[in-house]
Structures are given as C-alpha cells and as structure tokens.
C-alpha cells in the first residue's frame, strides 16, 4: 500500500529569504506547477506543514497547513513529526526531526568541514552533530551538483547510490522587475562600476578582489560594489580595507540586486568554496557577463560562460577586470555564451528530481523498514535532474 501523504518541511517559510531558502521557495513553487498536469501528479497527497506565523505561500496543488505553537529548531524537531506521524517528509534544506527515519534531506555542501573557518562556532558545532545523524538515519539525500555529490561523498561517507543531484534555476529573475532608484541612491551609473553579491564569509574571497583592485589604482572607472548582508550568528566575517573604490550596500531587495546585475560592468564571484553558486546564474539571467574563479561547482554550473581565474591570484583578476572594461566585443561575447549556459539550468528541471523522489516515497509507504533506501532520481527512476 503506498503512502497516504507525502510533508514538505515548511520551516524555510519562517526564514529570511537567502541561499537556501530561495532554494526551496522556488522548488515549492516549481513542485506546484507541475503539479498542474494530471499525469505527474504523485500518488499520494503532498502537503506543505509550516510553523504558525510563517508567510503565506500562493499555491495551486499543494495545500500548506500551519501548526503550532512552537518556532525554529523546537517547532521542526518536536512539532513537525508529531503532526507527520508516519508520513514521509522531504526537506529542501539541509535540517530536519533527527527522530524521523523516514525522510529525505537535502544538504547543499559540504563548507562547514571544507571551510569551517567561515562560520561562527555554534553554528558550526550544531550543524556538525545534526547533519551527519541526518545523513545516517534518511532515506536518501538530495544536492545541488556534482561536485557536492563528491563532497558528501568523500567527507560524510555517504553512498553514492542515496545521493540525488537536483541543479538550480534562475528563472526566478525574469518574474522581478528592476528597481533602479537603487542607483540614485548610491550615486551609481551603469557600467560604472563590478558587483560583487556575498557575504564576509572568509570562502567568499572578497579579499582578493580589493587586492586587484590595488593594482587597478590609476584607472579610476574601476569600482566595486559589494551587495549582502551579513549574518552574523551563521558567518565569521573578514574585514575589507577602507577603500574609495568599495562602496557597501548592505542588504537590498531583489528588485535592487536585479538593477544592479543589469547596469553593472561585470559580476565577479570569486570564492574559494562553492556548491553551486546561483550568483552567477542570476548574473547571466539578465545579461551580466561573469568573471569567476575556478573552485569548487562553478566551472560545472556556469561552463564557458565567465572569465575564469585562480581565486589566489589578484593580478590575473585586475586583468580580467581590465579586459572587460575595455574590451566590448569581449563582452558582448560573454554574454552570449552566458545565455547559452542558461538553456541547461531551470528550476523545473530540479524539481523533477523532487517529483521522483515523492513518488517512491508514495510507493514504498510509510514505513521506512519497507524501503530503508530510495532509488535515486537519474539512475533507476529515469528523471533527471541537470
């Protein structure tokens, strides 16, 4: 008998919208939307539980039920798999009830045992207790490329049949529109200036781009604007020097983050560690050319799409950054080659990935010992996410 009911974690609905959360908001949403055909709707009713108080969700298929009273890490160890009883749960992010066998989690990377230097000590002790327990006791797990497939892999000792990869999309950037005030705001004109969009976090390298900005020093069109905010309790920060040539935004909305990938000269991504890297992506979405590093996922997310250079190296960087000032065909060929790495990415696609994973959860029912490990999306199930 398969599964009555399939629960999606709702605690990411509770959260500010970052990295992870605009993950799963835009699964949610994709899930829903393909929901709409009949022939993929699962064989199961697949419902969303949130925590009181989290923000109302707009969808379709998928029915959310708040409950309460609890918030946070109570509210999702203790709450959530009372109300799912024997239901399975798929989380799109990388926490869930550590009491729960039965369910899917999704683990973006592996940065807190590759750079552990650029979180702050609670956070990087809760999540080294729970996230393997995570990975020991779900069904299977679910991340964003190859690479951090690699990672889990080699890092937590996870078999390599239990690991979906899903991919991101970017699609989330053609429903905005571009709020340019942003520019008036700070005194910023198009194409005067690179933006960088991150954290302090010490992977994020921003460092090296003050570095080749040192070297730009008597070419004074080159500026960096640097969008983020800085999460304090999750992230230990670096310090950047005191520069004209810096201007820090802070935090700003989507509607802003869209004008400044619009009107900036190029977006440069230079970390040490990424498993994924959406930045770039949403970059190339609106016709950004991209100067990145060659670490971690990016060079597998983003192809041939950016400049790339060796995120050490701040000489080879101020290059790029030279180059692209005063070179347009150079970037009018970037973002070509940008729109074409766009075509292999959609969020669609990685709910797909999703999609499977609900349906043989609805087959195996709703005990784990009946089905102790999933096939995975892509090898016995014949979806595939890019």
Known sequence: MGAARVIINGRFLQQRVTGVQRFAHEMLFALDELMDADDARPPCEVLVVAPRGARPVALRRIPVRHVGPLSGHAWEQCTLPAVAGSSPIVSFGPTGPVAKRNQVVTIHDAAVWAVPESYGMAFRTWYRLLVPVLVRRARSLVTVSQFSKQELLRRLGVQDERVAVSGEGWQHMARLAADRTILDKHGLKPNSYFLAV???????????????????????????????????????????????????????????????????AAFVFPSFYEGYGLPPLEAMAVDCPVIAS??????????????????QDATA??????????????????????????????WQNAALTYLAIIRELARAGGHPDTCPQ??????STGIRGV
């Open 198 to 264: 991150s954290s302090l976090a010490p992977h994020k390298n921003l460092g090296v781009i003050a570095r080749a900005l040192s070297l730009l020093r008597d070419e004074s069109n080159i500026r960096l604007v640097l969008a983020g905010e800085v999460d304090e309790r999750l992230f230990a920060g670096v310090d950047l020097p005191d520069s004209s040539a810096i201007r820090r935004l802070g935090y700003v909305t989507d509607a802003e983050l869209r004008a400044l990938y619009e009107t900036a």
């Open 294 to 311: 060659n670490a971690g996922a990016i060079a597998e997310v983003c192809g041939d799409a950016p400049l790339y250079f060796d995120p």
């Open 317 to 346: 960087l101020a290059e790029l950054m030279r180059r692209v000032t005063t070179n347009p065909g150079e970037r009018e060929q970037m973002v070509r080659r940008g729109r074409n790495t766009l075509r292999r990415h959609s």
């Open 374 to 379: 999933l096939r995975v999306p892509g090898q």
